[in-house]
């Protein structure tokens, strides 16, 4: 499975835009990039995936460069409630290994 | 209407019991699993079934021994329990197995040997 590496924490502001990047150097021709949202005491919520090029949904965008050796994760205008563990997983099944994450606090 | 719930949330027992933890899915999903995260935060893979069937056995000792009775329950039956049990324990499912579909899990249940 290829490691992926992110960073420990981030701070930001509620309104502002926060970009979380991932690298994924040995990523493989078949693996797809997700990204999973944990808050304190619940599971991890699926927020995104994508194989290349950028991604948009209601919650996040993603964006991936042509040689997918990294990710980034964009969450527009954060709010106090964005504050969570953010996850950066490459695969092509479902055995999932999930890392130390992002731990993302938004200010007032 | 919890899409994947389990029981009981916070398990405390001393070494050497047999204790379970009940997971129901109400997503129609073929495919249940049980994760562990460990005091580091690490989130790994334990065992997965496909409607009823195990499929993922990931080196878990053989104290842990999961069931199905049908593919909307997965339990999880851990004997022996040792002090390096203590962790959270979650439960997923998604549609089908082997793949990279999103996997929807639950709040977990934080179990701690003394």
């Known amino acids: 499975l290829a490691k992926t590496t992110q960073p420990i924490s981030m701070d930001s502001y509620e309104g502002q835009e926060v970009n979380i990047t991932c690298s994924h150097n040995?990523?493989?021709?078949?693996?797809?990039i997700t990204w999973y949202q944990q808050f304190p005491s619940q599971g991890p919520r699926f927020i995104i995936q994508?194989?290349?090029t950028k991604v948009t949904n209601e919650v996040a965008s993603l964006f991936i460069p042509a040689d997918r050796k990294s990710s980034t994760l964009s969450l527009p205008r954060v709010s106090l409630s964005d504050t969570a563990v953010y996850y950066c997983?490459?695969?092509?099944?479902?055995?999932?290994?999930f890392g130390t994450g992002t731990r993302l606090q938004v200010f007032p | 209407d919890t899409a994947v719930s389990q029981t009981p949330k916070y398990l405390v027992t001393q070494m050497g019991n047999d204790k379970s933890i009940k997971c129901e899915q109400n997503?129609?999903?073929?495919?249940m699993y049980w994760y562990k995260q460990d005091s580091k935060k690490f989130l790994k893979i334990m065992f997965s079934?496909?409607?009823?069937?195990?499929?993922i056995n990931e080196t878990v000792p053989n104290r842990f021994s999961p069931k199905s009775p049908d593919k909307a329950h997965l339990n999880l039956h851990i004997n022996s329990l040792e002090l390096g049990d203590s962790a959270v324990y979650f439960c997923?499912?998604?549609?089908?197995?082997?793949?990279?579909?999103?996997?929807?899990f639950g709040n977990g249940t934080r179990l701690t040997v003394t």
């Open positions: 997923a499912s998604s549609p089908s197995g082997g793949t990279m579909v999103p996997l929807h």
């Open positions: 040995n990523i493989a021709t078949n693996d797809y």
């Open positions: 994508g194989y290349k």
């Open positions: 997983l490459v695969t092509n099944t479902d055995k999932l290994i």
């Open positions: 997503l129609g999903h073929d495919t």
């Open positions: 079934y496909n409607n009823k069937e195990l499929i």
